[in-house]
């Protein structure tokens, strides 16, 4: 079955500390993979995407095959970075074109 | 952003009455979707249209149904709104454009209450 699992509901760190946001999957193909990033009562924006490894807000996320994992990273947390990181993958079939989302991860960084 | 309009941003409905929903976009993207976002669920697809006229069902598509007459609108309509459908309601578009370079935006997002 295709699958993304983000494993931590709640991740709270302090400011200034790395941050780790787990990202694992089940695919059978080639995944073509996503962070998207939520803040309070917004739209949801794309943050990365695996295949172009930028880093973006200071974030970055390395695809793991073997591990079948896109962790999301941050070396130095920000406050202004407290918002809900989805995790997906695309499923292309035909006309059948999908987000497989995680449940999402609701960071907060304290002060 | 992206060109993506929903409309009504925010709604109070009572039980049993017909709600639509509409997304309109001016990026000409052939993939529409809308999603509903619960605490606890996450994102939850409820249909989603590959072109004019050509939609499909999601994971929760019952009490739901969608109509796609141009390309650049998406409405969804709650045909007799029950409690249990209280949520924010996303609307979405991407375009297969290419390994690397697919994308889905998202639109602001309607706020509906069923009371």
């Known amino acids: 079955a295709q699958r993304v699992t983000q494993p931590e509901k709640l991740l709270s760190v302090f400011k200034g500390a790395p941050v780790e946001l787990k990202c694992n999957y089940s695919?059978?193909?080639?995944?073509?993979l996503f962070w998207y990033v939520q803040y309070s009562r917004q739209r949801l924006q794309l943050l990365l995407r695996?295949?172009?490894?930028?880093s973006i807000k200071g974030f970055t996320a390395d695809l793991n095959k073997g591990e079948t994992s896109f962790h999301l990273k941050k070396p130095f947390a920000q406050e202004e970075d407290s918002a809900m990181y989805y995790c997906?993958?695309?499923?292309?079939?035909?006309?059948?074109?999908?987000?497989?989302w995680g449940l999402g991860t609701s960071l907060a960084v304290n002060p | 952003d992206a060109g993506i309009t929903q409309s009504p941003r925010h709604k109070v409905t009572e039980t049993g009455t017909p709600v639509t929903l509409r997304c309109h976009q001016t990026e000409n993207h052939r993939y529409m979707y809308w999603y509903r976002q619960d605490p606890g669920h996450g994102l939850r697809l409820i249909h989603y249209s590959y072109g004019v006229k050509d939609t499909d069902k999601g994971e929760v598509s019952d009490g739901y149904s969608v109509s796609r007459s141009k390309t650049e609108d998406f409405l969804l309509t709650l045909e007799s709104a029950t409690s249990s459908q209280t949520s924010v309601y996303f609307c979405?578009?991407?375009?297969?454009?290419?390994?690397?370079?697919?994308?889905?935006?998202f639109g602001e997002g309607s706020w509906l209450t069923v009371v």
């Open positions: 997906a993958l695309i499923r292309n079939a035909g006309n059948n074109r999908k987000l497989i």
């Open positions: 695919y059978s193909g080639s995944p073509e």
């Open positions: 979405a578009i991407s375009e297969l454009v290419g390994t690397g370079r697919n994308t889905i935006y």
């Open positions: 695996h295949i172009s490894r930028e």
